[in-house]
């Protein structure tokens, strides 16, 4: 059983196919990047992946739980940063994490120590109190960012995490999402950040219009697209969407 | 389902849309109007328990003037209306909600902040879960809302014949109106969703059902129990609060059906969670952008070798003169007028005074009029405004943006004027009374300012724009409320004296002049407010 399982996902949006039985899996520990260009099916799969989304056909899979059959279980398991940075605008930063952390159901005394120890990785310490509303879009990620690592997530799901976000805090975030995978947390990150992908990924897994067209590590995904080793990530990305 | 977790839901649903940005934001302004509305309740119940309303012959007797409730009481029975008939007008009346809550817009869960889908739902909680908080929370902001009913309290004692008990239920009972109907609504759409492809089915059952029902009103000439009874008991629960005849004990039983009601189409709305799609719980922004992409514009090229030109045609011509504005608009012109040619026919069948019915017009007019204003704020800031930051940047002058929205608003409200008053000039025989959009259209550009400069305000206050037609928090709504102070008195004054003053003396001379003057200052008008528009733009430094 791997922590993130797809198999044969097929979704529809009236008579576009955005995916069109996307099977991938990605193990335990491993920082997945899911590359694509714009309306690949990246999003629709990450949506599926936290419940959002229903597949019309197929199976995705946290932790084993299926998403659809078994939602609670599944999404226990998950912390998610969506593509948008969508927010509760009248919450400030620190009830906005105590209600993400409330719905997990972590102790008082968890929710508080994660919420000053992420804040104060971000920067965020001043903003506790601050509506979230009047927040800047890059502050927004942040929390959003937060909030997910906060529920003790076997599972991360993001979506384009690091939009935004200052090179400051896209540094404490790599370093974050290092520490946890070294304990085995498992994150699935869909970017258009090729540069940041290469540096940063384990594995990577390259969709267009809607089915896996490569994927292995950075250097398995160059030599099956015969691009050389001293071919760029986004040579590689170019070169396999185009064909 | 977790009922834990549904708490923590509403709890801070609750905060998100009313605790934070109204009663923390505005803490003392709310704790002044709470006292007031109290000892203006207090002193209320003080005052009528020292002089009971009494019957106009008895108030004849003792050679006191009859109070309001007789005076309404008296103006309803002339106008052919009884309990009995206000019970079946109000049963029919939700019941045609449930017929537009069953056939009209698209089948979705409708959410005010895309973070209730994107962030909420994708917590580990079952779908029963969500919906349970989103109920609670919404019954406690609409239990909130519902304060202002209590102004009603002195009018249903007065109709009540000075039942203090029964005008006490009155606003419970107005507030449990509210929840059946929203909790309904909920209903219907987690039906519509679950039929899926047969909804088209089920919106025909519907239609058919209520074809039925309007056919054997037709040929019984009365509101049929096919429309009135399935919601007899809320509409007798308010009638009953405000007669003489029926006790305490007929509203509560009335209004305890109706909470019982309610309570079911809860559980069941509950029961059926389960099985919605998440994504079917939609933001108000996305459902509004889709049916904007849905209704196709004419098209209109936007460039021109003159920017002022291309602004106007942007903020004006792109949407008034689209294929769907204009469609839209003959359909309303058309309804009113077989509107106005049916109660002709068939309101004094049915015991209706025509002339009551033209009163009833004349003051209902007005209160349309302003409530569509409110709601173009949110169309204002969906359409207009949301893509300020654009116009800024490239735009050097904006007084082509201003007239534009000047005019287009002016447009829609003078519409709305148009298809009530095709109605009205139908039934009391006057084609002058078309020209009541014409003739009060000085005060239409007035109000048209008003609300866009008080819109561009509250817009610049915001660092995201709302982009949703009614996606406004509680305090806009209330600021908006204020320009609604403004804008209903004025049009019901315009609408007195047009109606009172000027029409009776009209003639064609006296016709083209007061037309040819209401033109001219409104030009005048127009042309004074679109610079004080773009300057207020500016001022406020309205960007996104």
């Known amino acids: 059983m791997r922590p993130i399982e797809v198999s044969g996902l097929i979704k529809r949006y009236g008579r576009t196919e955005a995916l069109r039985g996307l099977t991938f899996s990605v193990r335990e520990g491993e920082i997945y990047g899911l590359l694509g260009p714009n309306g690949a099916g990246k999003t629709t799969t990450l949506k599926i992946l936290v419940g959002l989304l229903t597949p019309d056909a197929g199976v995705a899979r946290i932790c084993g739980h299926d998403v659809v059959r078994d939602r609670v279980r599944a999404l226990e398991a998950v912390g998610y940063v969506p593509e948008n940075p969508v927010c509760f605008q009248n919450l400030t930063v620190r009830e906005f994490l105590e209600f993400v952390g409330a719905l997990r159901r972590l102790g008082e005394d968890d929710v508080h120590e994660a919420i000053d120890r992420y804040l104060s990785l971000f920067g965020l310490s001043e903003k506790r109190d601050e509506l979230l509303g009047n927040l800047s879009r890059g502050m927004i990620q942040k ?59 384990t594995r990577v897994g390259i969709i267009n219009e809607g089915v896996l067209v490569a994927e292995g590590t950075v250097e398995e995904v160059k030599s099956r697209a015969e691009s050389g080793e001293e071919a760029t990530l986004e040579e590689v990305f170019l070169r396999i969407v185009g064909e | 389902m977790d009922a834990r977790k549904s708490l923590t839901v509403a709890k801070y649903l609750f905060k998100n849309y009313v605790l934070n940005p109204f009663v923390k934001r505005f803490k003392t302004a709310v704790l002044a109007f709470l006292i007031v509305c109290v000892a203006a309740g207090i002193l209320a119940a003080v005052a009528f328990s020292l002089s009971p309303s009494q019957p106009e012959a008895e108030a004849n007797q003792t050679g006191e003037e009859p109070g ?44 005010m902040e895309e973070a209730e889908y994107e962030l909420l739902l994708a917590q580990p909680m079952e779908l029963s879960t969500y919906f349970l908080g989103r109920e609670i929370a919404e019954l406690a902001q609409m239990s909130l809302m519902s304060l202002p009913y209590f102004g009603f309290l002195p009018i249903a004692y007065e109709l009540s014949g000075g039942n203090m008990t029964k005008a006490l239920l009155f606003p419970v009972t107005m507030f449990t109106a509210v929840a059946f109907l929203s909790a309904l609504s909920t209903l219907v759409n987690v039906v519509r969703i679950l039929a899926e492809e047969r909804e088209r089915l089920l919106r025909l059952g519907a239609a058919a059902y209520y074809s039925v029902g309007a056919a054997h009103s037709l040929l019984t000439w009365q509101i049929s129990p096919l429309l009135s009874l399935p919601f007899k008991p809320l509409a ?3 009638v009953h609060c405000v007669t003489i005849t029926e006790g305490v004990r007929e509203v509560l039983i009335g209004w305890g059906l109706s909470v019982s009601i309610l309570l079911a189409i809860e559980a069941v709305t509950i029961r059926l969670a389960d099985l919605v799609p998440p994504e079917f719980v939609r933001p108000i922004s996305e459902l509004a952008r889709e049916a904007r992409s849905k209704g196709g514009r004419k098209e209109i090229s936007l460039y021109s070798p003159d920017p002022g030109a291309s602004l106007f045609r942007f903020a004006f011509s792109l949407e008034v003169l689209s294929p769907v504005h204009l469609r839209n608009l003959a359909i309303a012109l058309a309804a009113s007028g077989v509107a106005g040619l049916a109660m002709l026919r068939v309101g004094p069948r049915f015991g209706l005074e025509l002339g009551a019915a033209s009163v009833a017009v004349s003051l209902v007019t007005p209160l349309v009029v302003a409530e569509m204003a409110i ?74 300012l008003l609300l866009l400069v008080s819109t561009s305000y509250l817009a610049s206050k915001r660092r995201i724009v709302r982009r949703m037609p009614t996606g406004l928090y509680m305090f806009e709504d209330i600021a908006l409320l204020v320009v609604a102070l403004i804008v209903v008195p004025a049009y019901m004054l315009a609408t007195f004296l047009f109606k009172e003053v000027l029409l009776p003396r009209l003639t064609p001379q006296t016709t083209a002049l007061v037309v040819a003057a209401s033109l001219g200052l409104s030009w005048l008008l127009h042309e004074a407010s679109k610079k004080a528009l773009a300057g207020a733009i500016r001022v406020f430094d309205l960007a996104s």
Not at chain 2, 414 to 440: C, D, H, K, M, T
């Open chain 1, 143 to 201: 929390v959003l960012v937060s909030a997910a690592f906060m529920v003790r997530p076997r599972v991360l799901v993001m979506d384009e995490p690091m939009a935004g976000m200052d090179p400051e805090a896209q540094h404490a975030f790599k370093e974050e999402v290092r520490r946890m995978t070294s304990q085995g947390v498992t994150a699935l990150i869909s970017s258009h950040l090729l540069d940041m992908v290469e540096r940063f990924c």
């Open chain 2, 68 to 111: 309001l409730g007789w005076s309404i009481r008296e103006a309803l029975l002339q106008a052919g209306i009884d309990k009995g008939d206000a019970i079946s007008a109000l049963g029919a009346m939700f019941a045609l909600s449930l017929l537009l809550m069953l056939t009209v817009g698209t089948a979705a869960i409708r959410v």
């Open chain 2, 236 to 238: 007798e629960a308010l």
């Open chain 2, 375 to 448: 709601f173009l704020v949110g169309s204002i800031m969906a359409r207009d405004l949301a893509a300020m930051w654009v116009l800024r940047v490239y735009a050097l002058d904006l007084v082509p943006l201003a007239s534009g929205l000047l005019l287009k608003y002016t447009v829609y409200l003078s519409e709305a004027f148009l298809v009530l008053g095709v109605f009205e000039s139908l039934i009391v025989r006057e084609p002058l009374a078309l020209l009541q959009p014409l003739v009060v259209l000085p005060i239409t550009v007035f109000v048209v």
